[in-house]
């Protein structure tokens, strides 16, 4: 009777798990490789030739076959409203691969994504930070992501260094994200934070 009531036990937890996803204090190890999306960019002043010269050694035109892995590490925050993420990642350029780190900073500020309910669907949206070492320095990079609920389909547009001296890229797929969608998805997080 014991050895039946222990089944129903793990079997009851496993449907959980599997019908609520996170729970507050659970993670989970997310690993996703993009191509650079041409057609994709958040309103922004476009990338100058010699900054992209001077971060990575290559021409503008180069960075069109760029490639972004991300390996990330998620946790729900304690409000169980956003995610705590860290990791780390690879960015790659024409023949040359350039890692970089994700960090948090232990309330999830540095590198948090927030989260939204638009028609019953559930989006991530936030900024990654960390660091870059490129052809000259090590440097900042941040991510600004999007996710799905389910995680998968992602946009991430990656901006490497400060504002007037960044080299800015976009990946993924942004098909799911229409300007619809993403009006929706800022009106929540502005809700939110109000």
């Keep these: 009777m014991n050895k039946i009531k222990g089944i129903a036990i ?32 958040m309103e922004k002043m476009p990338t100058k030739p010699e ?11 180069n960075l069109d076959s760029s490639k972004l892995k991300l390996n990330l590490h998620i946790k729900k925050t304690k409000d169980g409203k956003g995610l705590i993420v860290d990791g780390n990642g690879v960015l ?13 900073n232990g309330e999830g500020v540095s590198s948090s994504i927030g989260q939204a309910e638009v028609n019953g669907q559930t989006y991530y949206k936030g900024i990654l930070q960390g660091h870059i070492k490129n052809k000259k320095s090590n440097d900042i ?38 300007k619809q969608l993403n009006e929706e998805i800022e009106k929540k997080f502005q809700e939110a934070n109000q």
């Design 10 to 41: 793990v079997i009851c937890s496993l449907v959980a798990i599997l019908l609520f996803g996170f729970s507050p204090d659970s993670s989970k190890d997310l690993s996703m490789e993009m191509e650079k999306n041409k057609n994709f960019q």
């Design 51 to 61: 900054v992209v010269k001077e971060k990575f050694n290559v021409a503008s035109k």
């Design 92 to 104: 790659k350029i024409d023949n040359d691969t350039y890692p970089f780190i994700i960090e948090e």
């Design 141 to 178: 990079i941040s991510i600004v992501s999007y996710f799905t609920g389910d995680m998968k389909q992602q946009v991430s547009n990656v901006i490497v260094g400060t504002m007037g001296n960044d080299v800015y890229m976009s990946f993924g797929d942004n098909s799911f994200l229409t």
